[in-house]
């Protein structure tokens, strides 16, 4: 089963009964806005949509309790802390400390130095799991919250945060079964389904821009013909 809606995630989740997907795995907008002037090297990481929410903290906080509401088991959000967005990531993880069960850590094995001379360089993202279940239990008898995966620049040219295919291949092949549903909020270009439709499980994908809910469309329909 696979579903896909091009509209704002919020009221598209609104309409969906509790407890009706058993996982979450996405990567949402990092508030990233570039409109100070600096001599930051940082592009804007999307062609079709201005990451600039002034209200970005609450933004999430209504989404994840939309999530908490319509999920079974856990939500893997992934987020990176940076100078814009650092202070309602923190904010974030206090809020919701009863509902995080693990905190993973993506080691970017390929990230790039920092913009800024004599800068510590970030080379790691949070991949927060949330849960109204206690203990996350993964399919392997070992599992560390440490993951060590480059990048992957594939599809950069098609939207500039793509979340790397093995990231999400990695979690579906490691906390989900066959035949369960998965939601991407944040479909973006359809990278969580491709590993969903590659492993035998159901998809419900969401995105608000149109360009890239085309693209993940044909991107997904040509997964499930190989």
Known sequence: MIQLFNGDCLEVMQEM??????????????????????????????KYFEDNNKNYFDWCCEIIN???????????????ANYFNKKDVYKLIGHFSNKIEQNIIWHKSDATPSSYQHRLSNVYEYII??????????????????????????????????????ISDYI????????EIVLDPFMGVGTTGISCVSMNRDFIGIELIKEYYDISGHRIQEASKS
């Not at 930051?40 to 999307?46: D, I, P, Q, T, V």
């Not at 949330?130 to 070992?142: A, D, G, L």
């Open 172 to 179: 579906i092949k490691n906390f989900t079964q066959k035949n």
């Open 129 to 166: 799991v949330f849960s109204n279940v206690k203990s996350v239990v993964c399919n392997p008898h070992y599992l560390t919250n440490l993951i060590s995966l480059p990048k992957q620049k594939k599809y950069n040219k098609l939207h500039n945060a793509v979340m790397p295919q093995n």
């Open 66 to 80: 939309e999530l908490l509401r319509i999920t079974n088991k856990y939500i893997f959000w992934n987020i990176q």
């Open 17 to 46: 009964p509790d407890n009706s997907v058993d996982y979450v795995l996405t990567s949402p907008p990092y508030n990233i806005s570039l409109k100070r002037k600096n001599n930051s090297k940082l592009k804007n990481k999307y």
